[in-house]
Nanobody
Framework: EVQLVESGGTTVQAGGSLRLSCAAS????????MAWFRQIPGKEREGVAA????????VYADSVKGRFTISKDNAKNILYLQMNSLKPEDTAIYYC???????????????????WGQGTQVTVSS
């Protein structure tokens, strides 16, 4: 059974940095694409960043480009999201997602992923 457990969420001041982690277990994640999504109450869950399983390429939402970096430790099966220059609008619950995606899949589309973590709250104060 695939399990994803996020950690690292907390309250941070605007302009600050934070690193989220997602520990994956339950299967061999070689070939899995993994991603970070975020959700504000009352809004749809949106894709933030994704890393492709077969080639390690990355994709980012425009709103976080240049500020967030997604990375993966394949040996430890841990996904990271380094968030710099945080803004109050980055406040959300951040979710980790994983799945084996086709080459034409939309990496930041939540419908492409079947495995999800429970989420971790990030609050950016102004």
């Amino acid at each position: 059974e695939v399990q994803l457990v996020e950690s690292g969420g907390t309250t941070v001041q605007a302009g600050g940095s934070l690193r989220l982690s997602c520990a994956a277990s339950g299967t061999t994640f070689r070939g899995f694409s993994m991603a970070w999504f975020r959700q504000i109450p009352g809004k749809e869950r949106e894709g933030v960043a994704a890393i492709v399983g077969y080639d390690g390429s990355t994709v980012y939402a425009d709103s976080v480009k240049g500020r967030f970096t997604i990375s993966k430790d394949n040996a430890k099966n841990i996904l990271y999201l380094q968030m710099n220059s945080l803004k109050p609008e980055d406040t959300a619950i951040y979710y980790c997602a994983a799945d084996v995606l086709s080459t034409w899949a939309r990496r930041l589309d939540r419908s492409e992923y079947n495995y999800w973590g429970q989420g971790t709250q990030v609050t950016v104060s102004s």
